[in-house]
């Protein structure tokens, strides 16, 4: 049998929305290819700090968020924002290890935009 992580990485690696992955000390630690062409005018970001890349009052939410994710094994996603730019609704999600500790928390978008491909 493959290694089930192959499967889960290719999944997010085909997703049209970015994906950016960060651990308990706010780190990115994987960006999928939608998320590296998205971001690509701040350069290579894995390493780097998401609270970086986002102003005081986000960077806040993210705490706060980070925090309710910790309360409860419960607390799994929660609606942050709507884009009406882009037309896109976005939560943040939290990775779970598998005693169910938090082990990192992700960035989900979902465009509500009808899809217009043949």
């Excluded at 290819?33 to 971001?39: H, I, L, V």
């Excluded at 350069?43 to 968020?65: A, P, T």
């Excluded at 939560?91 to 899809?115: D, F, P, Q, W």
Aim: one cysteine or more.
């Amino acid at each position: 049998m493959q290694d089930i992580y192959l499967y889960f990485k290719s999944i997010v690696e085909q997703d049209r929305c970015a994906v950016v992955i960060c651990d308990m000390n706010d780190t990115i630690i994987y960006m999928n290819p939608a998320a590296k062409e998205r971001y690509k005018k701040h350069g290579d970001l894995i390493g780097k700090s998401i609270m970086d890349c986002h102003n005081e009052r986000s960077c806040q939410k993210i705490r706060e968020v980070v925090e309710w994710f910790k309360q409860s094994a419960e607390n799994n996603i929660i609606f942050t924002y709507h884009n009406p730019k882009e037309n896109k609704d976005v939560y943040m999600v939290a990775l779970r290890g598998e005693n169910k500790e938090l082990i990192g928390y992700y960035e989900k978008h979902e465009y509500r935009t009808s899809e217009n491909e043949k």
